[in-house]
């Protein structure tokens, strides 16, 4: 049966949720973008751009699993509206002392450690108020939520930042995060009752017994460490593309660096809203297993193929095809790489939605944000070593066999789902 991808905004406190992480979203990603343009403009120094990126991510893998723990403890709803007021007011800051490189690190770090608090509260949430058969929807619309206003962050960066200038962008961005937190504080659950019963507002807590009892949970339940394992993977993924993409357009496509994102980045986006709205409209019956084999078969092979792009366009076949084309459909290696962009972008979708809604099926809400904290510091800190490594790789042995490598690597993940899935499977039958 056709499910409709817009059933979760049925029940309006899910609305309210979404439109406040919309809001957040697009205001935090213009905030990096900010930053990224603010610090280079200050410094004509990609090294101080890279500490930029370093100070948005960092706090992570250290206040990722303990923010969580905390959360646990707090109402979900409250931290959201308390975390964009307290984001909110740091870069109203900023926008008086915008000039300052060493303020905009420490204040691009203090709004990276509060958001450590905003992550395990967001996702968590949405179980409490959106009845069970509504999660897929749910989940399917966080994507959107979420890859969406990156995409919209992106194409409205320069434009604001023109038309505003640098401290009326920061007070557009305090804006949207203050109009977030009253969209969020009209969010009511689902079961209040029993959901007040279970919040414990209290600063008494044992860190390494909450620690280690999320720790368990997840040892022994293969649902939830398969998912979280398939959650990190996708942000661990693009970090690394987003890495290899200065070389591989330039040393591969040929392409200046500055035309990259807008080849890449948008098709991987539409792919990434197209992906959520079909899962949720038309493969929601399916076997969530089934729908993250299939992104990791596609993710894989699209990553294979990338680096191959102008040999594909160069090939004869596609040369006596471009003969019947008008010039601008003609097939080149940058339509290739639109494509598989795009196919990259619809396999996150297929990953991520159903690795997120079997999480949020198999946690509690004593363990669900202590576990999402615990994703965040995995993505943080597993994410380091492959961004140092691709790097020295790419300059040793090229792009392009780095690219090749990730590809296999996700094959083999697949593969190994597939064995996974197979072995559940039969243990179940049995």
């Known amino acids: 049966m056709n499910q409709s991808i817009f059933l979760a905004f049925r029940e309006k406190s899910f609305l309210f949720l979404w439109i406040g992480e919309v809001l957040t979203q697009i205001s935090i990603n213009l905030f990096l973008f900010y930053l990224i343009l603010s610090v280079f403009g200050l410094t004509k120094s990609n090294t101080a751009v890279a500490i930029v990126i370093i100070t948005c991510n960092a706090p992570a893998i250290i206040f990722g699993v303990l923010a969580g723990v905390y959360v646990d403890h707090w109402s979900k709803k409250q931290v959201l509206i308390w975390t964009n007021i307290f984001r909110a007011l740091f870069i109203f800051i900023l926008a008086f002392i915008h000039t300052d490189l060493v303020i905009i690190y420490i204040i691009s770090l203090i709004i990276a450690f509060i958001s450590q608090f905003f992550i395990p509260a967001e996702n968590p949430l949405i179980p409490l108020i959106v009845q069970k058969e509504n999660l897929y929807s749910a989940n399917a619309l966080f994507v959107l939520a979420n890859y969406g206003s990156v995409l919209v962050a992106y194409m409205l960066s320069g434009t604001i930042i023109l038309f505003f200038g640098e401290q009326g962008t ?23 009752e029993k959901y007040k019963e279970n919040v414990r507002m209290t600063l008494k807590v044992n860190i390494r017994h909450e620690i280690k009892a999320a720790l368990n949970v997840v040892r022994k339940t293969k649902e939830i460490s398969s998912s979280l394992f398939l959650l990190a993977l996708s942000p661990i993924l693009i970090l690394l593309i987003a890495a290899v993409a200065p070389g591989y357009a330039t040393q591969v496509l040929g392409m200046d660096v500055e035309k990259f994102p807008i080849t890449f980045v948008t098709p991987a986006a539409i792919g990434m809203l197209l992906g959520a709205v079909i899962l949720a409209n038309r493969f929601q019956n399916i076997a969530k297993e089934k729908m993250v084999i299939a992104g990791l078969f596609i993710s894989g092979l699209s990553l294979l193929i990338l680096p191959y792009g102008s040999i594909i366009s160069s090939k004869e076949f596609v040369q006596d095809f471009n003969l019947f084309l008008p010039h601008i459909l003609m097939i080149t290696s940058l339509h290739v790489l639109v494509v598989l962009a795009f196919f990259l972008g619809l396999a996150n979708s297929l990953v991520f939605v159903p690795s997120n809604t079997i999480l949020q099926e198999n946690t509690t809400d004593e363990n669900r944000g202590k576990i999402y904290g615990l994703l965040s510091s995995i993505v943080g800190l597993f994410s380091l070593v492959p961004l140092i490594a691709v790097g020295g790789l790419s300059d040793l042995i090229g792009v392009s066999h780095v690219i090749t490598g990730m590809g296999i690597c996700v094959l083999l993940i697949g593969i190994y789902q597939v064995y996974a899935h197979k072995i559940g499977y039969s243990q179940s039958i049995n």
């Open 170 to 192: 920061l007070f557009v961005l305090t804006f949207l995060l203050l109009v977030s937190s009253v969209s969020i504080f009209f969010v009511r659950y689902r079961i209040e």
